[in-house]
């Protein structure tokens, strides 16, 4: 009952409409009917724009490929306006999906410039068709549609229309609130989560522009007799602009925006009928005005918020939520990837056992991220091939393997931000196949039910009916593993969901890892917080440089020789680089005094107290995650500090931006090297003295001469580099900023071996030279070989600090990192 008195005041708008365009006289039934159109047009233009997220500037060469099709059928040809009609929408349909074909590999204004030479080549093209379209005339006297022996006037057309804007408009209601609309929006928040749970972005744009097409081309074969004539210089781009001014003037995304903006764009000038020269200066003011006071256009004045649901209760454990059924092993059978000519992942084999958690473990660079993207579909392997229950999974098909029965998180939380907590997860148990528009209530209230099952039982206690935009950063991931259990697969795959957690809720997405095992699932978990690692595991498998190093029960693994020379580096080199002492330093350089900062709601650091005196050379040392990428954002200005103090040269540097920060001598060589690829290596040598330009020759000389290979690459572009030739480049636009104190953060990740040796020699020869540095780089024996000094933390907190030599052989050292 409450769907059809949901109805009752759209069918009595409806009537009303309808009433009007019978009683009003001929021009304003036109006008009428003109309202009715736009509606048409613009909740077409709604699926587009406002569910699947793309933009179409070119909907008036779609309306016009529906004009000219009745036209020509009818008024050259004889046929049927009925025939005609129907026609003329698929005809736009089938334009509109070939048209999606360049959305799938562009965006933005990109999709924009091709919508908008399509209505221009659809514009032209009938001026020159002139055999066919009449050319500049166009088409006239067009013929009024007889229905039976009722001949549809304009009054008639205007009820048609306004009947047919009706029908649409509670269709549009039902996509929107169905697996349809929730599919259209995943795929807009986040395509690489939408494949994840089995529903294919190619299918759901196409559908989305053939719809709105097919509807623009509706409206444009009503439009043909309403008007009586058609020609190529009503369907220019200014309609195409009043197409998509109907969507954002009204809201964009919301089911009446289209009505109330068709309402406004049809009115406005019949309101402002003596200024019909200035109608798109009028209507851009009046976007400005409306998107000021409300960004979600005319329907956002009314301030309607998502009726807040009940809190989540816990409910039954997760074993009897998830069906019980065999599951099947996913097995990685001698797997290789390579990008260009570098070998990313080289032979690796292993096997994730149903009811048992693998985990995937290995130092920055290693391979797992791009395992786990092979496994998963989203890399096709360039050797090698994986294996569900001993079949070949297809390579590279994302959506496909997810319908298999591969689930999986990422290590950036990738939930649909437009959809609610339960829809975020009820869209899943589709495993891709969102079925019809008009899907069987039932259906849906069983789906949101089980959706509230599994939320509960990983532990989420807040508003399933709450946008999951406003997520705190835990509940976002115990949202994604939801929705992943929600298809019910064979293997969950996660990527470092302890990322950013408490060790509260740490402690708790452990336990729940080991419930999923439970249950018969296989679970592959990559993750560098290794006491969850090493505390939830049941089998541990190491990569090194693209290859397995080792494999085996968590205690063996951590105990493995070769799995410590992985993280740590040699001990004998790093030894042997501290035969000779250094002397004495000089005065404090950089003090970290209590420091505290994080993301959001997550701490990343806690109270950290570090010291690195001038001329020397300190390293910074611990797992992923455990803060030292972020003291380096925090100490050069790039993030806040939440507490204590960053104090340089005895000034507490607080408050000071990061290019002031840059002006006193810190200055941070970033990780990832984030060089400026479209600028020549001599422009990104020379942008390093951008603050301070005095002496630019003489300086670039000198690093020139500690960087030779450079002066060899001055004019190439520096993202056609190499790794290492980048790494240089970061170094020398770093010392051209002319450092007191020098961050150098993870220079070694993604290097060769060779390259890396070369690139620690030149920081113990800028150390020798008298440099202060402050080193973070996951080969800790390369980083303990140039420093005097060197701090480790763990979980945000300093956990251990002294001579280089001494913490080289330290097992504190192994306990950050290995979790032993």
């Known amino acids: 009952m409450s769907r059809i008195s949901s109805l009752l005041p759209v069918l009595a708008a409806v009537a009303a409409a309808m009433a009007a365009a019978a009683m009003v006289n001929s021009y304003y039934a036109f006008v009428l009917g003109q309202i009715a159109l736009l509606a048409i047009v613009g909740i077409g233009l709604n699926v587009l724009i406002g569910l699947s997220g793309q933009m179409s500037f070119g909907h008036a060469g779609l309306y016009a490929l529906g004009a000219y099709a009745v036209a020509i059928l009818t008024a050259r040809l004889g046929l049927s306006f009925w025939i005609a009609w129907p026609l003329g929408a698929v005809a736009a349909a089938a334009v509109g999906a070939l048209l999606a074909v360049p959305a799938l590999r562009l965006k933005g204004p990109y999709l924009a410039m091709v919508t908008i030479a399509f209505g221009l080549i659809v514009e032209h093209g009938l001026v020159e068709l002139k055999g066919l379209t009449g050319g500049q005339n166009g088409i006239l ?120 903006g068709a309402i406004v764009v049809g009115l406005l000038p019949e309101l402002l009928s003596s200024f019909e020269a200035y109608r798109i200066l009028v209507f851009g003011a009046l976007l400005l005005v409306v998107l000021w006071l409300a960004a979600e256009g005319l329907v956002g004045l009314w301030g309607a918020k998502p009726q807040a649901g009940e809190p989540i209760d816990s409910g039954r454990p997760l074993a009897e939520v998830l069906s019980v059924r065999s599951r099947r092993a996913l097995e990685a059978e001698g797997l290789g990837m390579a990008f260009g000519g570098v070998k990313a992942v080289d032979g690796v084999s292993f096997i994730l056992p149903p009811g048992r958690v693998t985990a995937l473990i290995g130092p920055n660079g290693a391979g797992k991220s791009t395992v786990m993207n092979m496994l998963s579909g989203f890399y096709a392997p360039t050797q090698g091939r994986a294996l569900l229950g001993g079949a070949a999974l297809p390579a590279g098909a994302a959506c496909q393997v997810a319908r298999a029965g591969v689930a999986r998180t990422y290590q950036t939380s990738q939930v649909f931000e437009g959809l609610s907590v339960e829809d975020n997860v009820a869209i899943a148990c589709r495993k891709g196949q969102l079925g019809g528009v008009l899907d069987g209530p039932k259906r849906l209230a069983a789906e949101r039910a089980l959706a509230r099952d599994l939320l509960a039982a990983c532990g989420f206690a807040g508003d399933p009916c709450a946008l999951a935009a406003g997520l705190a950063h835990v509940d976002r991931r115990l949202v994604e593993i939801a929705r992943a259990l929600a298809a019910d697969p064979d293997v969950l795959l996660l990527d470092e969901p302890a990322a950013g957690l408490s060790k509260a809720d740490k402690a708790r997405l452990g336990q729940l890892l080991r419930a999923v095992a439970d249950c018969g699932i296989a679970v592959g978990l990559i993750e560098h917080d290794m006491g969850l690692v090493m505390g939830v595991s049941d089998h541990v498998v190491v990569l090194s440089a693209g290859a397995r190093i080792a494999e085996g029960a968590p205690a063996a693994v951590q105990a493995d020789e070769r799995v410590r020379e992985a993280y740590l580096g040699a001990a004998p080199a790093v030894a042997a680089a501290h035969e000779a002492p250094r002397g004495p330093r000089g005065r404090d350089a950089l003090r970290v005094v209590g420091l505290g900062a994080g993301y959001g709601a997550a701490p990343v650091l806690n109270g950290v107290e570090l010291e690195v005196r001038q001329g020397e050379a300190v390293a910074l040392l611990g797992a992923n995650g455990a803060g030292k990428s972020t003291l380096m954002k925090v100490v050069s200005g790039l993030h806040p500090a939440g507490a204590g103090q960053v104090v340089f040269e005895g000034v507490v540097i607080n408050d000071l931006a990061p290019d002031d920060r840059v002006r006193k001598g810190v200055v941070l060589s970033p990780e990832g090297r984030q060089v400026f690829p479209e600028l020549t290596v001599a422009d990104n040598i020379r942008l390093g003295a951008f603050l301070d330009g005095r002496d630019l020759e003489v300086r670039k000389t000198a690093v020139l001469e500690r960087f030779p290979k450079l002066a060899t690459l001055l004019d190439r572009r520096a993202g056609l580099l190499s790794g290492g030739e980048q790494q240089m480049l970061a170094l020398a636009r770093a010392l051209m900023s002319q450092p007191r104190i020098l961050l150098l953060d993870e220079p070694s990740l993604g290097l060769a071996p060779k390259v890396i040796a070369e690139m620690f020699a030149s920081f113990r020869r800028l150390r020798d030279e008298g440099m202060t540095l402050l080193i973070v780089d996951q080969m800790a024996g390369q980083a303990l070989s140039v420093s005097d000094r060197a701090y480790v933390i763990a979980d945000g907190q300093v956990v251990a600090q002294g001579a280089a030599a001494d913490l080289a052989g330290d097992e504190t050292l192994a306990r950050a990192y290995l979790g032993i």
């Open 141 to 260: 006297d067009i013929a009024a549609p007889h229905l039976g022996p009722i001949v549809l006037d304009g009054r008639g057309l205007a009820m048609l229309g306004v009947a047919v804007a009706g029908v649409l408009y509670v269709a549009y209601a039902a996509l929107s609130a169905g697996p349809w609309g929730a599919g259209l929006r995943a795929v807009r928040d986040s395509e690489v989560a939408a494949a994840s749970i089995g529903i294919d972005a190619t299918v759901v744009r196409t559908t989305a522009f053939a719809v709105s097409a097919g509807l623009a081309g509706l409206a444009g074969g009503l439009f043909a007799p309403m008007a009586g004539f058609v020609t190529p210089q009503t369907f220019g781009l200014t309609q195409s602009i009043l197409f998509v001014l109907v969507v954002v003037i009204g809201g964009t995304g919301s089911r009446l925006g289209p009505i109330l």
